[in-house]
């Protein structure tokens, strides 16, 4: 099952640019092994407000539960508030391989 999941990050007040710089190297460390084990699709940056950190994912996972604990596995979801949007297919996909 694919799920749309959009991933809003707010770092506390406060917060050195190294931990933030730590956090982010975490985060992209856990997004490669989540992508190599097929759970993570794709990443996307939608047009952002300025000082917004915003990410949109498309997963992979068996069920919500298993969605959850790969989202609880990344660094930054101690900032983050993710909005998950389960996808199912469309009749009229063209899918992956269609060049219209």
């Not at 992508?35 to 996307?44: C, E, K, S, V």
């Not at 959850?68 to 909005?83: C, G, H, I, Y």
């Amino acid at each position: 099952m694919e799920f749309l999941v959009d991933m809003v990050t707010t770092v506390p007040d406060g917060t050195t640019e190294q931990a933030v710089a730590d956090i982010r190297a975490r985060e992209a460390e856990r997004a490669r092994e989540l992508a190599d084990q097929g759970i993570l699709l794709r990443l996307w940056r939608p047009p952002l407000a300025p000082g917004e950190w915003r990410t949109w994912g498309l997963f992979s996972a068996p069920d919500e539960e298993r969605l959850e604990q790969a989202l609880a596995s990344m660094p930054l979801r101690v900032w983050r508030q993710d909005t998950v949007t389960p996808l199912s297919p469309h009749p009229n996909d063209p899918g992956p391989g269609d060049t219209r």
